[in-house]
């Protein structure tokens, strides 16, 4: 199936991000500890957080699609609590969990058993295909906000021409 190939290709370059922008490692890369904690003017979370409800976000979606049995929480849980801190082991334990959980989706993306555009057994109103690009999507979204950020604060991610 030449097709289904292809299909499964193209979800993998928009779940890596980088096509059209930055992706998610380089966003995050060489990210200063002193930073992490930071709340830019006029916004209520930090990076951390941010990042922290990507992984989240994530992480719902894929256990939406593999548990049956799977409740989302409710959308307040999707955030830490604005005043909570990070210390530099949990943003890279974040980072490294958001990491694993991407690439589940992306093994879900690879395995040739996963019918994209059946409905979901347990989800009959919904298909993976929609999910992979919920991920995508939100992801690409908050990669960008987090590049946009630190950019207004000084703090770049290294560019690669």
Do not use: C
């Not at 830019?40 to 941010?50: A, C, G, I, R």
């Not at 409710?74 to 955030?79: H, M, N, S």
């Not at 210390?87 to 974040?94: A, I, L, N, V």
């Not at 991920?135 to 987090?146: K, L, P, R």
């Amino acid at each position: 199936m030449k097709h289904d190939n292809v299909l499964r290709e193209q979800l993998l370059a928009i779940l890596r991000g980088g096509n059209a922008h930055m992706g998610f490692d380089e966003a995050v890369a060489s990210f200063p500890a002193k930073h992490i904690n930071k709340k830019p003017p006029n916004f209520n979370y930090t990076f951390w957080h941010l990042l922290e409800h990507m992984r989240r976000a994530q992480k719902d979606i894929l256990e939406f699609v593999r548990d049956p049995g799977y409740v989302s929480p409710d959308y307040a849980e999707f955030w830490p609590d604005p005043d909570k801190k990070a210390t530099e082991s949990q943003w890279k334990k974040t980072v490294k969990d958001f990491r694993a959980d991407l690439k589940a989706v992306e093994d879900l993306v690879r395995n040739p058993g996963t019918d994209f555009f059946s409905p979901i057994p347990h989800a009959k109103d919904y298909i993976i295909f929609r999910e992979v690009l919920l991920v995508a999507d939100h992801n690409a979204y908050h990669t960008g906000e987090i590049i946009t950020l630190r950019q207004a604060l000084g703090i770049n991610p290294p560019v690669k021409w």
